[in-house]
């Protein structure tokens, strides 16, 4: 498996122990222990953050047996505000589980050696930037493999287990650290780019130690995903001209010998060419490609490529066209893939010679964190639900039946989950729109209540069936038990449902999709559930555009809170990290078409407002600058309109501090309280 392409993904809780399956587990989850003493603290921000245990990505063992997972455990006493993660594992009979590494430093990404001996992740116990470690799971201490100048970040075993391949930037070389401590460090955009690149390290597990490690790549190139050949004896991995999120649709593949010598370009097709993964015989290359059309909405494809005559071919359409690679069967006769499912992600089968995908994971709820045995008939995931929290779920491929393993969060939850359902609706020219629908706690038929509008970000994002109860920047659960509809719309531009749809809000920010938004809203009002003098509107990035932007053409919302959201266009070109992005989506650069920008930025129709806006912002993101929120505050202050303005320090895009999140989260519930309950 082509681990590279396999980020943590954390989500969830800690482990308890019966193993049940996955529907019974859906209905017992409904309950559960009691309502709190105090209404006002009965599923607080406050409780939630810190009572809830995150749970990362599944990692099963080649025999599928074990399957290593981790748990982030909120730290929010005295000067922490952190996450402390660690690596779990539970037996896939769910008969034992244990806590495998401890310590006050995170240890996370979890791989298992080929023959399953032995187990690596990342830490930065060592004090020197994250490095590998090793554990054999069985007993015994930890010991360091890498000894790293750098960080590693992405990292893989050879299939044969004496080697490691890791991805490392380019460290402080001694002049720039002597300019640093002279405070002659000036920086001139585009020179003195530091670059990811190759690195092996020699694995030993019986001298445990530090291995020797080889550099294996070097030059102006940027280094992302990779993967070992079956005979270890290439490399191949994707790459850019640059490091920065803005150079994707420049990205090549190539290979290099794993013992070092030339690289050699292997695939560019003028686009994005990604996610490179070596049929099991070595004959085949798969990866990702927008077919030489880079566009930010996104289309892409699984191409195949012939490693013997050079020929290429696309097996077969996927359903949104974006898939993720996960891995080859051993047999080499299917790939399979990950790829937003409407309001669900599921894992896909694709037959590599060609045909249609086959689906393998099925029902209620949404996945994420797959992986496969070494033979393919096993798989792990995390599954979760509207009132099913994240947990660890096992399965056989050839028929999908999946038991639960772990119940990581038993006891959190304070009464039952809001109730939650997706539904569809015609937006005004026929389009049809799923939205997911979390109903008051102590909802009653019949009876009118406030709503809340939740934008997703992206726009390319969507809102699947997750946990209503999780913990975040707005608290759904919370939410709910204060009496609110929330209406979480999947509206044109948002991913899962197909190339067509996610491209249907180009050149059209905030006026087909809110469009979408509001006939969801008049639905909840026509059929007698929403009051419609009492509506908000919040959303983080995308979702902070549209709350900014949706009251320069409504007053129907009496409260509005702006996450982190684009305001102007035109200034953010100019400013974000990612400069095409904009124009890829209006066709044009603002000085091509400085009317199109203007109309679509909420600064340039801010004389419209009237609607109360709290704005938060993290102060060191650089995908939308704290400057976009800072321009519709002073001009909000300065017309009058009621408007706070809240920024967090050392936060990028996301917030990412435990007690920033039970911030935000109760701001919100106070401008709320004040405005619209």
């Known amino acids: 498996m082509n681990k590279s392409l396999l980020p943590a993904i954390l989500l969830a809780f800690i482990l308890s122990g019966c193993t049940t399956p996955l529907t019974a587990a859906a209905e017992s989850d409904q309950h559960g222990n009691g ?64 806590q495998l590494t401890r310590g006050d430093e995170s240890a996370s990404n979890p791989q298992w050696s080929p023959d399953g001996a032995y187990l690596s992740f990342t830490t930065t116990r060592g004090g020197d930037g994250s490095q590998i470690w090793m554990i054999d799971p069985k007993g015994g201490e930890a010991w360091q493999v890498t000894e790293a100048d750098g960080s590693v970040a992405h990292y893989q075993w050879s299939r044969n287990g004496d080697r490691i391949a890791f991805t490392m930037v380019d460290p402080q070389s001694d ?13 001139v955009e585009g020179e003195n780019l530091r670059y990811a690149h190759l690195y092996t390290v020699a694995v030993d597990p019986e001298q445990a130690k530090p291995g020797d490690i080889q550099r294996l790549t070097t030059g102006e190139f940027h280094v992302g995903s990779f993967d070992w050949s079956p005979d270890d004896a290439t490399i191949a991995f994707d790459h850019q001209p640059r490091p920065g999120t803005e150079y994707w649709p420049q990205t090549s593949i190539s290979t290099v010998p794993s013992d070092s010598g030339a ?18 015989d070595g004959r085949y290359l798969a990866f990702i490609s927008d077919r030489g059309e880079p566009r930010w909405p996104g289309y892409d494809v699984i191409m195949v490529k012939s490693l013997s005559d050079g020929s290429m071919n696309n097996p077969g359409e996927t359903f949104d066209d974006r898939p993720m690679l996960l891995d080859w069967s051993p047999d080499g006769s299917h790939i399979y893939y990950m790829e937003r499912h409407r309001t669900s992600v599921d894992l896909f089968a694709l037959p590599a010679a060609g045909g249609n995908y086959r689906q393998v994971t099925e029902g209620a709820g949404m ?60 937006s005004y020219d026929g389009m ?81 999709d809110l469009q979408d938004m509001k006939a969801g809203l008049d639905l909840l009002i026509g059929q007698g559930k929403a009051d419609p003098d009492r509506q908000a509107i919040m959303g983080w990035s995308y979702g902070g555009f549209m709350s900014s932007f949706a009251i320069t053409q409504t007053d129907r919302f009496k409260a509005s809170m702006v996450g982190a959201g684009v305001t102007n266009l035109v200034s953010f070109v100019g400013t974000a990290d990612i400069p ?31 609607t109360p806006t709290l704005i938060l912002h993290p102060e060191q993101d650089i995908r939308v600058p704290p400057s976009q929120g800072y321009e519709l505050y002073i001009a909000l202050d300065r017309m009058g309109v009621d408007t706070k303005m809240v920024t967090y320090p050392r936060q990028p895009h996301g917030l990412r501090e435990p007690k920033f999140i039970i911030d935000a989260a109760e701001r919100q519930l106070e401008w709320l309280e004040k405005y619209v309950k």
């Open 35 to 98: 309502s709190a003493n105090d209404a006002d603290e009965l599923w607080s921000p406050k409780y939630m953050v810190e009572n809830f245990k995150r749970v990362g990505g599944t990692e099963i063992s080649p025999d599928g047996e074990w399957i290593a997972f981790t748990i982030s455990e909120p730290r929010t006493e005295g000067e922490h505000s952190d996450f402390l993660t660690h690596i779990h594992l539970v037996t896939a009979d769910g008969a034992r589980q244990f």
């Open 175 to 187: 002049e720039d650290k002597a300019r640093q401590r002279e405070r002659r460090d000036v920086n």
């Open 263 to 280: 690289v050699e370009l292997l695939v560019d097709l003028g686009g994005k060419d990604a996610s490179p993964l070596y049929s099991p």
């Open 367 to 426: 996945f994420f964190g797959f992986s496969l045995s070494a033979d393919g008939s096993r798989l792990a995931a995390i599954h979760q639900g509207f009132a099913v929290p994240p947990d660890v779920i096992v399965s056989d491929v050839p028929s999908f039946d999946p038991v639960r393993l772990t119940r990581v969060n038993e006891g959190y939850e304070q009464t039952e989950i809001a109730r939650a359902e997706v539904i569809s609706y015609e």
């Open 432 to 512: 049809q729109i799923e939205s997911v629908l979390i109903y008051p706690l102590d909802y009653e038929e019949g009876k009118r209540y406030p709503v809340l509008l939740h934008v997703h970000g992206g726009p390319t994002g969507v809102f699947g069936e997750s946990y209503v109860a999780a913990p975040q920047v707005y608290p759904l659960q919370k939410f709910a038990a204060e009496g609110y509809f929330i209406l979480r719309p999947n509206f044109r531009g948002s991913g899962g449902y197909g190339r067509e749809f996610r491209f249907a809000n180009i050149s059209d920010w905030g006026f087909g």
């Open 580 to 610: 095409s992005f904009l124009p890829d989506y209006f066709e044009g650069n603002y000085w091509e078409n400085y009317e199109r920008f203007k109309r679509h930025s909420a600064i340039f129709n801010v004389e419209n407002i009237r």
